[in-house]
């Protein structure tokens, strides 16, 4: 899955998933814009590890949430590579609480970034993506699970695939439009929040008793990414080994 001359834009790309996503494309040839709002140093980070390996790579600092913010990560990235081809959207922001205990800065701090987040993005996109180029909205297995504590995080994630699937079909020029739903995945941030009892109950719920590693994610953007996928658009994309 060669992506030799696409210039893709990561969003939350300084750690963790998005991290993992960045590396894997750029080794397959991508020039990759790694996004991020707070995480400079691990942006640039990440940007190191590209560029040594012999790749081509830039932090911008945007907060997606914000419409001027993305606009400039667009215009930077064509000011710098010449085009888009590709947008993953994988910034956003989870805060596990029951319902009863959710504050109103919880429920506007998740939407903003999380769906807010997605609708900026999509927009530039339909005015600035090139033509046949693609774009990934990573959403959440949690979305069909209803897992307790996750009500507004699912809801969330209900909305990004709701509007990858119409989007899909109204901004044409070649570009398709999927979602990417992980399941349970290990990176450090979800390590440090759960304990050896949950972690070993949700390893059980799947068909391979594991948690997902960053890079079993990684692999399907790849796949989406690339021109082989290009008769895929408009789906929801699970990636969760079974679980649901």
């Known amino acids: 899955m060669n992506l030799e001359n696409k210039v893709i834009i990561v969003t939350g790309a300084s750690r963790g998933i998005g991290k993992e996503i960045a590396l894997l494309l750029s080794k397959n040839g991508a020039k990759v814009v790694v996004n991020h ?7 640039n980070e990440t940007v190191a590890t590209i560029t040594k390996n012999g790749g081509h790579a830039i ?10 913010d993305v606009s400039r990560l667009f215009d930077k990235t064509i000011e710098t590579y010449g085009k888009v081809d590709v947008l993953v959207n994988n910034a956003g922001v989870m805060k596990a609480k029951l319902l009863k205990d959710s504050t109103q800065d919880d429920f506007t701090t998740q939407f903003e970034v999380n769906v807010r987040g997605l609708f900026n993005t999509l927009q530039e996109a339909e005015a600035k993506l090139a033509d046949n180029g693609s774009i990934i909205n990573i959403s ?25 699937k119409v989007f899909s079909k109204e901004i044409g020029r070649g570009i398709s439009v999927n979602a990417l739903a992980p399941g349970p995945t290990e990176t450090d941030l979800f390590l440090s929040v759960k304990s050896e009892e949950t972690l070993n109950q949700l390893k059980g719920m799947n068909a391979f008793n594991r948690l997902a590693q960053p890079i079993d994610i990684a692999r399907v953007v790849l796949f989406l990414a690339s021109d082989d996928s290009k008769w895929v658009s408009g789906q929801v994309i699970g990636a969760n080994g079974a679980m649901v």
């Open 37 to 43: 709002s707070n995480s400079e140093a691990d942006a």
């Open 59 to 68: 932090a911008i600092k945007a907060d997606v949430s914000n419409r001027k």
């Open 140 to 164: 959440s297995s949690t979305a069909k699970l209803m897992f307790p504590m996750y009500a507004i995080y699912s809801a969330t994630k209900a909305a990004v695939e709701q509007m990858t």
